[in-house]
């Protein structure tokens, strides 16, 4: 037994040794590119599904190996693991640690918990909403670490008042508008009197909901919001990454990959991935709270979800009090705030105009085309959040702005102090994905170059007579399926070329495949380990590794089903899927060099 539990212990540094060990005759007895680029390709694949060594590391793989079997020159190598897509990620990081920092996350999310109401059905929407909006720029994991503990709040007031409110969560209370206080004065008592009479009537007192003395909770139902509202926060961050390329770590993969491969595509920037990814994410949307609200709160939406404001029980009263008080805290919008929400917009609409493709954009004012990308808007923007001070610039504001730069960030007031410093920007930075995606640039280089893909696609050729559908479908089901284990980053960076050479072979339009597989790539919601926000989520206690299985596989069929919906209608025109592209065969020529 001891010896089983040393091996036990020491798997991981077993598995890191014997895999590249028991692989070794691959290339050994064929020694040529194409099973040097599969050896390397299988050791590093493995090493990210198990996840033996971490992913950083692991991409690093192919920089030593490629070299040392001569599949690509060292200085090769070296160029794939930074690229442009890594420079739009760092833009994008300055401007989440801009919005982080002074808390325009947090105003934005209870401002719109505020509109929605505290009625439970729209207090889970409520904050669907606001995390899908916030997961559009920020990242899945961020998002929900941002918004989770103001749900948190709001969740142990009700639990703090379920006990206090059991007997009046039956009753309704009327609240009085201003301008109407004398009808609503003769309502309240006519609706007393009729109380009164119907309490005379029933020979029997109303029976209280049964306390819980066992559980956290005073009642089941207060389980159920619990449960309902914590699920739907990591759904909600899974959908807003979806909408744009540097919503998720996946989708910047997914660029990168299909515009080093297809170089003459032109037909992926950040407006076309928004006008085909938005109306996905608000059906998702529609769908996960209707089916989250079905599973935990019932059916009943009249009753949850009531928009009236004149109707409320003591305890969604208790709760809007409590956002409220939340709200207040954060004082007067801030100049900081200002500012971040300015570039915000700005660093949206030049990405919007750079190139719409109906209309001419902003490039076509320079001479030189092909320059300027969703990069260079987004690094120059943050490089500009290094140089604005976080204080207006003229001194009558000095006395009420130094106080909230020492409230944001504990330091002494600076008059020039930055709106980010390094340090904001480095601790956001996730330089683990850099590496990652660099490691699957490499791996897709030495694909190319070797020959693998072509050889790839020939042993797919059997897969012919599928039609397109059925092939996407199965990349679907099967990208879905991997990523309840692996991480998300590493599923994708292993099956794009594959896909891609299953494209090439079949004459299908590769976007046919892999934009369907790098959404349903994002949709490991099962299980805690399937994603950072589902582990963030299962941390606060709240629900059960059968509550994620049980409602993750509902949301894992709908997210499916809407991206099988979108690939056949609306993707098609903007895509031009029907047709097999000519720039889908310049991986072939090049590959054959």
Request: hydrophobic share 45%; net charge neutral.
């Amino acid at each position: 037994m001891d010896l089983i539990k040393k091996i036990w212990t020491a798997r991981k540094l077993i598995l890191v040794v014997m895999i590249p060990l028991s692989l070794l005759p691959l290339p050994l007895i064929h020694p040529c590119s194409e099973s040097s680029c599969a050896y390397v390709l299988i050791v590093t694949a493995v090493y990210w599904v198990s996840e033996a060594v971490p992913l950083g590391a692991a991409a690093l793989v192919p920089a030593f190996l490629y070299p040392l079997f001569g599949v690509l020159k060292s200085s090769e190598v070296a160029s794939e693991y930074f690229k442009d897509t890594t420079l739009l990620l760092m833009g994008v990081i300055c401007l989440a640690a801009s919005i982080e920092k002074w808390n325009l996350h947090k105003r934005i999310a209870l401002r719109m918990v505020m509109i929605a109401g505290a009625k439970p059905g729209m207090l889970v929407l409520g904050f669907m909403c606001c995390t899908v909006f916030l997961s559009m720029w920020l990242s899945n994991t961020s998002t929900t670490a941002m918004v989770m503990p103001i749900a948190e709040a709001v969740l142990q007031q009700l639990i703090c008042t379920g006990i206090a409110d059991s007997l009046e969560d039956s009753l309704t209370v009327y609240t009085q508008d201003e301008e109407s206080n004398k009808e609503e004065n003769q309502e309240s008592s006519m609706n007393h009197l009729e109380l009164l009479d119907r309490k005379h009537n029933i020979p029997a007192p109303p029976k209280k909901p049964k306390i819980r003395r066992d559980s956290l909770y005073p009642t089941k139902r207060d389980h159920m919001i619990c449960k309902c509202l914590s699920l739907s926060i990591t759904y909600a961050a899974t959908i807003g990454g979806l909408i744009t390329i540097t919503g998720t770590s996946t989708n910047l993969i997914f660029a990168e990959q299909f515009n080093n491969r297809y170089p003459e595509a032109k037909v992926i920037n950040f407006g076309t991935w928004f006008i085909f990814s938005l109306p996905i994410a608000l059906i998702m949307l529609m769908l996960t709270w209707i089916w989250l609200h079905c599973l935990f709160l019932g059916c009943n939406f009249r009753e949850t979800c009531s928009l009236s404001k004149k109707r409320k029980t003591r305890r969604e009263i208790l709760s809007e009090k409590r956002i409220h008080e939340e709200y207040h805290k954060l004082g007067p919008i801030s100049y900081p705030e200002v500012v971040t929400g300015i570039f915000f917009i700005l660093m949206t609409v030049l990405w919007f105009t750079r190139e719409p493709g109906f209309v001419p954009g902003w490039t076509t004012l320079f001479e030189k085309k092909g320059y300027r990308t969703d990069a260079t808007v987004s690094v120059l923007l943050g490089f500009l959040l290094f140089l604005i001070p976080a204080r207006k610039p003229w001194p009558s504001a000095f006395s009420s702005e130094s106080k909230v730069y020492k409230h944001f960030t504990g330091e002494e007031e600076d008059p020039l102090a930055p709106m980010i410093t390094w340090k904001d920007f480095q601790r956001l930075m996730p330089w683990e994905i850099v590496i990652l995606v660099g490691g699957g640039y490499a791996l897709a280089a030495g694909c190319k170059v070797s020959g693998l893909s072509m050889w790839i696609g020939r042993q797919l050729e059997p897969m012919s007579g599928l039609p397109p559908w059925a092939v996407t479908l199965l990349a679907c089901l099967l990208v879905s399926a991997v990523t309840e284990f692996a991480s998300n980053p590493a599923t994708l960076t292993v099956f794009l070329p594959i896909l891609s050479a299953l494209s090439e072979t079949l004459h299908i339009n590769p976007l046919h495949t892999l934009i369907p597989a790098t959404m349903c790539v994002s949709f490991g919601v099962m299980l805690p380990v399937g994603n950072p926000p589902n582990a963030i989520v299962f941390s606060y206690g709240h629900v059960q590794i059968s509550d994620m299985v049980k409602a993750g596989f509902g949301v894992n069929l709908i997210g499916v089903f809407v991206v099988m919906l979108a690939i056949m209608t609306w993707g098609e025109p903007l895509f031009h899927l029907s047709e097999f592209p000519t720039w889908a065969l310049m991986p072939n020529v090049t590959g054959s060099l």
